[in-house]
């Protein structure tokens, strides 16, 4: 967010450092030239920060891989977790994506209600998702298994923990990107917060269904 | 010239910006390149907005500076501390002992000197040498290298700024923490980071340690984030890729490693600290005994391994250690190019060496784990990694030699400290090499020779290039020149003071000395290199003095020191288009880019320099 | 000043090399080698050092001359040229060249130290367990295995036999350690929870210090240990004696 507005104000706010003594006139004209591949600068950083976030989970991820390599007797995640629950779950998020695209699609025809109502149902859905993995959390804890309890423990709830907090993220900024929808902020011209917001979405959902696969199903 | 500009294409453009501004995003008509929309603005600043929550580039460069020069200070202090003690172990510190160290007899303990290294490692590392290559010079001189009136993203920059606060307090609080402070090294070995009884010193330290990297971490990442935006999208119409000066370049290198190695260490930092405070066992293998008694009894989880967080932070800080080189080279590359009047020779050769040595950086980070248990057939395949990253170093030594070859040098205090650049960085990667022959390295691995070789390269080479930097910006921040005189005495000490200090560090190492002892002499092997110690302490205590006339002409020159114009040497590149100090948006004309940003001695014109933005 | 700079070049040139001359005669430098392979790494190090010192001196050398030479005051320009494709393809292709080689007569020496398939046949001598901050040397004693009743417990000390290869298990019972024998030439970390493999063979009777090289908290600067090298009759004789001392004062700490 506070990389759209930076954008679409580029020059606000700058002031001018020491005692400018051969500084330009009073009214100065700021200067700001576009130049590289057509898109907009704050779809470039969100490119940027989604190739951070990757390297951030290879990091995770691969740690686990090697782990689970490395240990002999790696328990059968099925025997440990609700694996049906967890796959409803994802099919939840997976379609939280799809009302996302259909969010875009919306306000790119203009249609401002449908932008509010398909968010509704994105937001929606990660807020459920993220319920019912505190739910599983919960019951886990209560029969005892917390994170020091052996090396499978640790690296479910650090995976499946920060996928989670990235949901809860997603499903702040998207409110926040909601609530300027339902003030009719967004035209069938402007909707590139609408589109960030949406990059972030389906990345944390494509994050989900790897971790899904290497932690609950491998 | 300057009026035709500002009667330039007025009405659509800005009209494009009104629109931008109303309408809360800049959409895709405006990605067409070159294309410029003015901007007016009549809002006054107060003094906060201004100059401490500032989100102009300029002052958050400046910020970024004195923060860096202020904890060089404070590592500079460790160094001292670490020097005293190799010289004459246990033995009270002349005036500061008895107040530094009431209750350990007024000497360092050995547990004291642990933390001191890693301290004086992690603060060199993570709070000057890349807040100062990245944070201070990047800020500033991006936007006005490239033509632009400020970041892209002026808050978030300004957040990345203030998350070295938290960093700043996380560090030095884990150093005033009841125990002492963090004792594994600027690497953090598991288990003995990870098991509280392992260094008992270090309770809660480690884990504050830790955080203080995360928030480092998140600053750089916002600072890359920016910079790589900036350089990509807001060039000055005509200001290809190709047409960047060198310090461009290496910033823009150095924002791609970070962007792409900082999150893994994020990664494994975080993991670390789940093995410290919720008892994961990341790190920790199985059935340990440490102090008599095993994590696992004492209810931590296990069966991780140890190695895989030096995989995982070496994949990190191997691209750090270029991190703080390939600004420094930019850095000198343009300096020398400047102060010489000849144009930097090969450009292209130099642009594309800085990058093998970004993407060899990837592939080489088991050069570090030779000797850590690491299959021997990988630590073979690093081997020759690490050996052939040799050579666009090679590219780039030649080419500023090239470079000085039939110039006109003019010796001042810029040219000085970016000469002994390439001299220093010469002597700290030729012994790279030994080091990266994996049977040479079984003798010399964690010797004085790799403290030798890193000294050489990160205070003999990026310090001597930000002090270079410093003199060269100096007159664009704060539109006055340092004190030449000053300047050169400060050299001439540093540079003699430097090589007494870290040149005999070699023979140390040869001798087979390691590091990160307290007290070496305690073994006979290595009982006769107290002399050579001394020597080199004395050294540095001169070297450390020395810089009294850095500060000295530093702070006068801000104050009283000449006014400068808005070229004063004379230089191609875009920010001398700009007034000193640059006011509001930096440019007060419209530019336009006809050129390389080295055109000096040319035959074109009859002055001996033709810059970026004039059109003949 | 350009006379200045040029000396002070000139100076880190020339110290620079003597003190690499000098340095054997204040006993800066490499201590006496006592192992067979020892002698490979020094070779190495040896031709490395000729190598980078060539182009230490090659390129140093270049700097002083700039500075000499082109710091006048000069009234003309500087010769105008952006580089030249030849030059630039000569100083990439001759130190590839060099490194090309150095990177090949290295790998048959790290093959030979480090690669299991090297290793001499011969059974582990024993194993050496490091800890904050001692050395523990453990022999199998009859039975030829680790972890039993007769094991031979010995601290500090590291007894093997003269001129016949030795392999031992090297093992870390808390942090990272690092087995280090200067005289060796020998290196290796001790990691937890995993069993290393080392071996070595010693071409000269005599007791050598065995150093901790890899930070492993206060206590690292004096982890010491021994290598006793002894001839293979007064090893024989030597671990008779140690077996005796076990079974009279009972067998205490195992883990
Ligand atoms: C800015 C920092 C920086 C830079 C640029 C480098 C550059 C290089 N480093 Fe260094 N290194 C560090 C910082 C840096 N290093 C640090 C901090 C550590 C220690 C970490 C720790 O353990 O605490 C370390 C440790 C380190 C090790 C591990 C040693 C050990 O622990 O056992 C190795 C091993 O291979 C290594 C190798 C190299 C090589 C081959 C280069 C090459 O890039 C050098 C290339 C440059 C040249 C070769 C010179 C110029 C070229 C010529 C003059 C042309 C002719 C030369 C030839 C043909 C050879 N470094
Ligand atoms: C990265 C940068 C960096 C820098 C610049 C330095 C600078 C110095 N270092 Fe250090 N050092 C490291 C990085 C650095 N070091 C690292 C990573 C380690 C390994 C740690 C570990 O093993 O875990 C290490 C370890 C290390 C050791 C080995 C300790 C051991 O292993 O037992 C020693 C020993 O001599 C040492 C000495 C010095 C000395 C004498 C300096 C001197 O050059 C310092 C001189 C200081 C100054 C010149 C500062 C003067 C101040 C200013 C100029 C600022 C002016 C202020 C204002 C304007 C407000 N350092
Ligand atoms: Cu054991 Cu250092
Ligand atoms: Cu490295």
């Given amino acids: 967010m506070t990389m759209s507005q930076a954008t679409a104000i580029p020059a606000h706010d700058v002031g001018s450092p020491g005692h400018a003594h051969d500084a330009p006139a009073h009214h100065p004209t700021v200067y700001d030239y576009d130049s590289g591949p057509p898109v907009d600068r704050a779809k470039f950083a969100i490119w940027l920060f989604l190739a951070t976030e990757v390297m951030f989970f290879t990091g995770l991820i691969g740690t686990y891989l090697v782990l689970r390599i490395g240990t002999v007797s790696w328990p059968n995640p099925a025997s440990r977790l609700a694996v049906g629950v967890t796959a409803g779950n994802t099919f939840l998020l997976i379609t939280s994506s799809w009302t996302m695209v259909r969010a875009l699609h919306a306000i790119q025809r203009g249609d401002q209600a449908g932008l509010v109502r398909w968010l509704g149902g994105t937001i929606l859905g990660g807020a459920s998702f993220v319920s019912v993995q505190v739910f599983e959390y919960l019951e886990l804890i209560h029969h005892g298994s917390v994170p020091s309890i052996d090396i499978f423990w640790s690296t479910f709830y650090t995976m499946t923990g920060f996928h989670g907090l990235h949901v809860i993220v997603g499903v702040i900024w998207l409110i926040a990107v909601w609530i300027s929808a339902v003030r009719g902020k967004f035209t069938a011209k402007n909707y590139l917060r609408v589109e960030l917001a949406g990059l972030y979405w389906h990345f944390v959902d494509l994050v989900w269904v790897l971790l899904f696969t290497v932690v609950y199903l491998m | ?616 | 000043m350009r006379f200045l700079l040029t000396l002070l070049l000139i100076a880190t040139l020339v110290l620079g090399v003597w003190t690499f001359m000098d340095a054997h005669n204040h006993g800066w430098w490499l201590p006496p080698n006592v192992s067979s392979y020892g002698p490979h790494i020094d070779q190495l190090f040896y031709l490395i050092l000729g190598m980078v010192g060539f182009f230490f001196v090659l390129t140093e050398g270049i700097l002083i001359w700039c500075v000499f030479r082109y710091a006048r005051k000069s009234e003309t320009k500087a010769d105008f040229t952006h580089g030249n494709h030849k030059l630039e393809m000569l100083w990439t292709a001759i130190p590839g060249a060099l490194l090309l080689v150095i990177t090949f007569t290295q790998m048959g020496t790290w093959a030979e130290i480090k690669y299991k398939g090297s290793f001499p046949n011969v059974a582990p001598i024993a194993e050496v367990w490091a800890s904050q901050f001692d050395w523990r040397v453990r022999y199998p004693g009859d039975d030829g295995k680790f972890g039993t009743m007769d094991d031979i417990e010995n601290p500090f000390e590291f007894v093997v036999p003269v001129n016949e290869p030795v392999l031992f298990h090297l093992r870390s019972r808390d942090v990272i350690h690092s087995f280090f024998v200067p005289y060796l030439r020998l290196k290796q970390d001790a990691m937890p929870g995993m069993v290393i493999p080392v071996w070595f063979q010693v071409t000269q009777e005599g007791s050598y210090d065995l150093v901790c090289a890899e930070l492993c908290g206060w206590g690292h600067y004096k982890m010491a240990g021994r290598l006793r090298v002894v001839s293979r009759a007064a090893y024989e004789e030597w671990l008779k004696k140690a077996k005796l001392e076990m079974l009279s004062n009972g067998t205490e700490d195992k883990s």
């Fill in chain 2, 1 to 616: 010239m300057r009026d035709a500009a500002h009667t330039a294409p007025g009405g659509h453009a800005s009209a494009h910006a009104m629109q931008a501004v109303s309408a809360g995003a800049v959409h895709l008509g405006l990605g067409a390149p070159g294309t410029v929309h003015e901007i007016h603005e009549h809002r006054e600043l107060g003094f906060l907005r201004k100059y401490v929550f500032s989100t102009d580039h300029k002052v958050i460069g400046i910020q970024f500076m004195f923060t860096g020069l202020v904890f060089f200070l404070v590592g500079g202090l460790m160094a001292m501390a670490i020097r005293w003690q190799l010289a004459w172990p246990w033995t009270e510190m002349p005036v500061v002992g008895r107040i530094l160290f009431p209750n350990t007899g007024r000497v360092i303990s050995p547990e004291f000197y642990t933390m001191l290294f890693t301290m004086h490692g992690t603060i060199m590392i993570f709070f000057v040498i890349i807040p100062l290559l990245t944070g201070a010079f990047g800020n500033f001189l991006i936007p006005l290298m490239v033509g632009a009136p400020d970041m892209a993203f002026p808050k978030l920059n300004m957040i990345g700024y203030w998350a070295m606060i938290p960093a700043a307090f996380c560090a030095l609080i884990s150093f005033g923490l009841e125990g002492g402070g963090p004792a594994a090294g600027w690497t953090a070995y598991p288990p003995l980071s990870t098991i509280e009884k392992a260094a008992p010193g270090s309770l809660h330290a480690q884990t504050f340690w830790l955080l203080a990297l995360t928030f480092v971490g998140a600053s750089s990442m916002m600072g890359a984030v920016n910079y790589v935006t900036t350089i990509v999208k807001m060039r000055a119409p005509g200001l290809t890729m190709m047409r960047l000066p060198m310090t461009v370049w290496g910033l823009f290198i150095a924002a791609l490693l970070q962007l792409f190695a900082l999150p893994v260490l994020t990664a494994a930092s975080i993991m670390q600290i789940l093995d410290r405070v919720v008892h994961t066992g990341f790190f920790t293998p199985t059935n340990l005994l440490v102090n008599q008694l095993s994590p696992e009894t004492a209810g931590a989880a296990a069966g991780g391994q140890p190695l895989l967080w030096q995989h995982l932070f070496w994949f990190y800080s191997h691209p750090a250690v270029y991190i703080m080189v390939v600004p420094a080279m930019g850095f000198a590359s343009d300096i020398l190019s400047t102060h010489a009047r000849k144009p930097l020779f090969g450009y292209k050769p130099m642009v594309y060496s800085i990058m093998s040595i970004a993407g060899l950086g990837f592939i080489v980070w088991g050069h570090h784990m030779f000797m850590s248990g690491m299959n021997p057939a990988l630590g073979m395949t690093f081997m020759v990694s690490t050996i052939m990253i040799a050579l666009p170093s090679c590219v780039k030594v030649f080419n500023w030699l090239a470079t000085l070859w039939g110039s006109r040098i003019h010796l001042t205090s810029a040219m000085l400290n970016a000469l002994a650049f390439v001299a220093m960085f010469i002597i700290g990667g030729l012994s790279g090499i030994w080091m990266a022959s994996t049977p040479v390295d079984i003798y010399i691995h964690d010797t004085y020779i790799v403290v030798a070789h890193f000294h050489y390269i990160v205070f003999a080479g990026s310090v001597f290039a930000i002090f270079g930097a410093i003199y060269h910006w100096f007159p664009k921040m704060f539109g006055r020149q340092m004190n030449e005189t000053l300047g050169k005495i400060h050299f001439v000490g540093t540079f003699v003071f430097t090589n007494c200090v870290f040149y005999m560090m070699h023979q140390l190492g040869i001798a087979g000395l390691m590091r990160r002892t307290a007290d070496p002499y305690a073994y006979d092997v290595y009982a006769h290199l107290q002399p050579l110690n001394q020597f080199i302490s004395i050294s540095a205590f001169c070297l450390f003095a020395w810089q009294i006339f850095f500060v000295v002409n530093l702070f006068h020159s801000i104050f009283w020191g000449k006014r400068a114009g808005r070229n004063p040497w004379r230089s191609c590149t875009l920010e001398w288009e700009a007034p000193s100090p640059p006011g509001h948006g930096n440019f007060d004309r419209r530019l336009a880019v006809h050129r390389g940003p080295y055109e000096y001695g040319t035959p074109e014109v009859q002055e001996d320099y033709l810059p970026q933005a004039r059109s003949l």
